[in-house]
């Protein structure tokens, strides 16, 4: 079984302070981890993806995440937030057997002060 | 095409009507996914193709939710009897089918039961 938790539902911090979005998971095999934007009114755009490669993956605007096996964790970081962040950001965990099973996190809402 | 195209973009329909989604994949992507995503909820996951595999239907919520793929290709997902719970955003995916290349999403089906 394998499930995803996003540890916050929303998270707020000023432009031009770091970003942190926590993602917990389980899973029997080692999965393949990664993390989703959705804009209002969007789609859902693929920000990165960790496929057993490096540990440290780096993904589009700037984001960055980083696949902890010994607290299966893959935190979203980045250093800097901009005001065009805010959006609702998923964790999604894969894993390939028989079938491949796509589980996503509830989201977290982030909120970019100005 | 370039992206994952699903149509219409906007329904409103009235309770106890059918009503018609449908998803065209990108070329040659022979794994196909349709989520809902319902206000204030995460991602669920409804139905899973992978190409002339037989679906996974685990996530359909009723017997009134079914899904077909036709040719491999362009996907339609049906709802017959609507209940004002359907309301929602249907969101199909599609991929190459290896986990390392992510999923593309459409921009969903916003589903509008009155």
């Known amino acids: 079984a394998q499930s995803v938790t996003q540890l916050d539902s929303h998270v707020s911090v000023s432009e031009g302070t770091p970003v942190l979005l926590r993602c917990n998971y389980s899973?029997?095999?080692?999965?393949?981890l990664f993390w989703y934007v959705q804009h209002p009114n969007k789609g859902l755009q693929l920000l990165l993806k960790?496929?057993?490669?490096?540990?440290l993956v780096k993904g589009i605007n700037g984001f960055e995440a980083e696949f902890k096996k010994s607290e299966t964790s893959f935190h979203l970081t980045k250093p800097s937030a901009h005001m065009s962040d805010a959006a609702e950001y998923f964790c999604?965990?894969?894993?390939?057997?028989?079938?491949?099973?796509?589980?996503f996190g509830t989201g977290t809402k982030l909120q970019v002060i100005p | 095409g370039a992206g994952v195209s699903q149509s219409p973009s906007n329904k409103v329909t009235e309770k106890g009507k059918d009503v018609e989604l449908r998803c065209d994949p990108i070329?040659?992507?022979?794994?196909l996914y349709w989520y809902r995503q319902s206000l204030g909820q995460g991602l669920e996951f409804l139905i899973y193709?992978?190409?002339?595999?037989?679906?996974?239907k685990s996530g359909l919520p009723s017997d009134r939710f079914s899904a077909e793929r036709t040719g491999g290709s362009v996907s339609t997902l049906t709802i017959q009897r609507t209940q004002q719970e359907d309301s929602a955003v249907y969101l199909c995916?599609?991929?190459?089918?290896?986990?390392?290349?992510?999923?593309?999403f459409g921009s969903g089906t916003r589903l509008t039961v009155v």
């Open positions: 995916a599609s991929s190459l089918g290896g986990v390392s290349y992510g999923y593309t």
């Open positions: 899973s029997s095999y080692s999965p393949s």
């Open positions: 960790y496929t057993s490669a490096a540990t």
């Open positions: 999604v965990v894969i894993y390939s057997g028989g079938y491949q099973k796509v589980t």
């Open positions: 070329s040659g992507h022979t794994a």
């Open positions: 193709f992978q190409g002339n595999s037989a679906p996974d």
